[in-house]
T-cell receptor
Framework: KNQVEQSPQSLIILEGKNCTLQ??????????LRWYKQDTGRGPVSLTI?????NTKSNGRYTATLDADTKQSSLHITASQLSDSASYIC????????FGAGTRLTVKP | DAGITQSPRHKVTETGTPVTLRCHQT?????MYWYRQDPGHGLRLIHY???????DKGEVSDGYSVSRSKTEDFLLTLESATSSQTSVYFC??????????????FGPGTRLTVL
């Protein structure tokens, strides 16, 4: 069983709308949690990083939250744009990196 | 892609043939990694390197070998390719293995098809 589970697997929203992606993990202890964005045909690119003591981190229209007690993280995207269409991957670092399978987001005009 | 190139970007080969994928970095990072990415799975670590000639196995290392003779180059070899090795392969680099400096920067990927 994957130690990092993401939901939903895929999501379609209209341009300008907000959305929230979820990440539940069982990795413990962990050093940091990252969200990556992966455009089609490209490698993943880091969006945010949070240590276990942080509970929110923003990068422009992307805001990540972390609840270390419930082992949950979320990525909130505000005022979505067509360029936000991508896969979003949650990664928990515990010595090695544990990758979620990703959420495929499609933003439609 | 943070000074990381992979070659080739696409390759089609036949079962049983050897295949070598190359990763080249210009960042002088100590750590280099090879992952494979398959639908429905997260990225899975094949092998990694923590210095020249220093390598170790990852989660899915069977059927793969690696070599690192220079800081900037990390080679992944499929000794005898099988259809189950059809995948997209990503190279990554990082300054450190742990802590906040362990951010991994990824290359553009190599799509390998084994017929």
């Amino acid at each position: 069983k994957n130690q990092v589970e993401q939901s939903p697997q895929s999501l379609i929203i209209l341009e300008g709308k907000n959305c929230t992606l979820q990440c539940n993990y069982t990795v413990s202890p962990f050093s940091n949690l990252r969200w990556y964005k992966q455009d089609t045909g490209r490698g993943p690119v880091s969006l945010t990083i949070m240590t276990f003591s942080e509970n929110t981190k923003s990068n422009g229209r992307y805001t990540a939250t972390l609840d270390a007690d419930t082992k949950q993280s979320s990525l909130h995207i505000t005022a979505s744009q067509l360029s936000d269409s991508a896969s979003y991957i949650c990664v928990v670092s515990a010595g090695d990196m544990r990758f979620g399978a990703g959420t495929r987001l499609t933003v439609k005009p | 892609d943070a000074g990381i190139t992979q070659s080739p970007r696409h390759k089609v080969t036949e079962t049983g043939t050897p295949v070598t994928l190359r990763c080249h970095q210009t960042e002088n990072h100590r750590y280099m990694y090879w992952y494979r990415q398959d639908p429905g799975h997260g990225l899975r670590l094949i092998h990694y390197s923590y210095g020249v000639k220093d390598t170790d196995k990852g989660e899915v290392s069977d059927g793969y070998s690696v070599s690192r003779s220079k800081t900037e180059d990390f080679l992944l070899t499929l000794e005898s390719a099988t259809s189950s090795q059809t995948s997209v392969y990503f190279c990554a680099i990082s300054e450190s293995e742990t802590g906040v400096l362990n951010e991994q920067f990824f290359g553009p990927g190599t799509r390998l098809t084994v017929l």
